[in-house]
T-cell receptor, first 115, second 115 residues
Framework: KAGVTQTPRYLIKTRGQQVTLSCSPI?????VSWYQQTPGQGLQFLFE???????NKGNFPGRFSGRQFSNSRSEMNVSTLELGDSALYLC??????????????FGPGTRLTVT | AQSVTQLGSHVSVSEGALVLLRCNYS??????LFWYVQYPNQGLQLLLK??????LVKGINGFEAEFKKSETSFHLTKPSAHMSDAAEYFC?????????????FGPGTSLSVIP
């Protein structure tokens, strides 16, 4: 079974631009979560989607948004990029809801560099 | 609110030696605790988790961790280090069983294995 895939793997953008990152969960998985990983702040939860609905959102500004499609694929968008948005963005998938502390399966991440 | 600290941002061990990665947590209610591993250019992989059952938790790749309430610790150990264990290790804590949005990750410990 293929794992979680994220595209693109690497991205360089300029301040003020916007970016869209994509995540394809493991086949059959309906829950997708996004995380931001930076050397300074570590790993931080962005949002979680299940069946095209956002279940939870982390403490990030409104410039960060996401959506999930009917095939469970998810995208996250960051508008008006800032230098501090440079990070590794990780996506994780689960078969169902995240209750019960079931294992999440992480993708390799998208490395975003903002210049 | 809960928090987690990992003593030592970088740990070096010789191949075949004991691996000990330290994690201390702070929580006003019984916590759930995790250890994740991140290999270079990859996402996180769950090593093991404590969910209030047995205090000694065995995980994948020969790792185990012991929950010690009196010491508020959840240290990760492996009897004999292998070169393939070189990676970044993250301890995480949550008190929510219904979703992952409240999981707090530690800053990580980079493990080097010397041949």
């Amino acid at each position: 079974k293929a794992g979680v895939t994220q595209t693109p793997r690497y991205l360089i953008k300029t301040r003020g631009q916007q970016v869209t990152l994509s995540c394809s969960p493991i086949s059959g998985h309906r829950s997708v979560s996004w995380y931001q990983q930076t050397p300074g702040q570590g790993l931080q939860f962005l949002f979680e989607y299940f069946s095209e609905t956002q279940r939870n959102k982390g403490n990030f500004p409104g410039r960060f948004s996401g959506r999930q499609f009917s095939n469970s694929r998810s995208e996250m968008n960051v508008s008006t990029l800032e230098l501090g948005d440079s990070a590794l963005y990780l996506c994780a998938s689960l078969p169902g809801l995240s209750g019960g502390l079931r294992e999440q399966y992480f993708g390799p991440g998208t490395r975003l560099t903002v210049t | 609110a809960q928090s987690v600290t990992q003593l030592g941002s970088h740990v070096s061990v010789s191949e075949g030696a004991l691996v000990l990665l330290r994690c201390n947590y702070s929580s006003s209610v019984p916590p759930y605790l995790f250890w994740y591993v991140q290999y270079p250019n990859q996402g996180l992989q769950l090593l093991l988790k404590y969910t209030s059952a047995a205090t000694l938790v065995k995980g994948i790749n020969g790792f185990e961790a012991e929950f010690k309430k009196s010491e508020t610790s959840f240290h990760l150990t492996k009897p004999s280090a292998h070169m393939s264990d070189a990676a970044e290790y993250f301890c995480a804590v949550t008190t929510e069983k219904t979703s992952y949005d409240k999981v707090i990750f530690g800053p990580g410990t980079s493990l080097s294995v010397i041949p």
